[in-house]
């Protein structure tokens, strides 16, 4: 007997068939993280016939003292993998505005500089000293000059968010309410609570990187992969293929 009024179980989340996806987290400077991790995808790909796409969830730069080394490095292009897909981070955000701003605003730098961007300057060769100094648009221009034209196109060619199957990939999250097609960049790259705590489905998994937790932070809804590479020394990949997840980190 058919009861039509039963609730069907909901499928997991999928990626198309012939598919494995690796979302990497936040590097923030952290380019021997970065390589150790791109050979353990090298090691998981043997024998995989299918497609590979690696897509990174932003923050590339700041914090870690390579910023430079890990731009260069993805500069080069996939392998391993087929396809390498670029996310927009805070703090990519705050390296490209910084570096566009027509009429610099020293408050808005200085808050760059003291949550990484510092580091992240002197991984281009920019002198301490001038980067702490008074002269923050000196700072800026030295920064201009020594970032090769590769790099600087790497930042403009950045994603806010990117889909694949039933997965939605961001940076930070998504705005809860706020349909998919309408989501501002501010929210995929700097929510925090309001996307955390919701609990509810956004339609896809979410697959998100910003708020560091000490392992894959695995949710009904929503999966957070930022372990803390610059704290911990754990840089960490979702692996994604067909209803299956499962983790490989430094």
Known sequence: MKFPFARKKKKPPAVPDGVRVYAIGDIHG????????????????????????????????????????????????PGPGDTWTFLKGNHDAFLSSTMAAEKLKERYYRAWVDQGGAEAMMSWGVRRGLIHGDDPEAAVEALKAAMPKAHRKFFRKLKPSHRIGDYMFVHAGVRPHVPLEEQQEKDLLWIRDDFLDHGKSFGPHIVHGHTITPDVDGQKHRTGVDTGAYRTGTLTALVLEGTERRAIST
């Open 30 to 77: 952290m380019s021997n993280l970065l390589e150790k991790l791109l050979k353990k995808i090298t090691k998981d790909l043997k024998g995989f016939e299918g497609r590979a796409e690696l897509v990174f969830l932003g923050d590339y730069v700041d914090r870690g003292p390579d910023s430079a080394q890990v731009i260069a490095r993805l500069c080069e292009g």
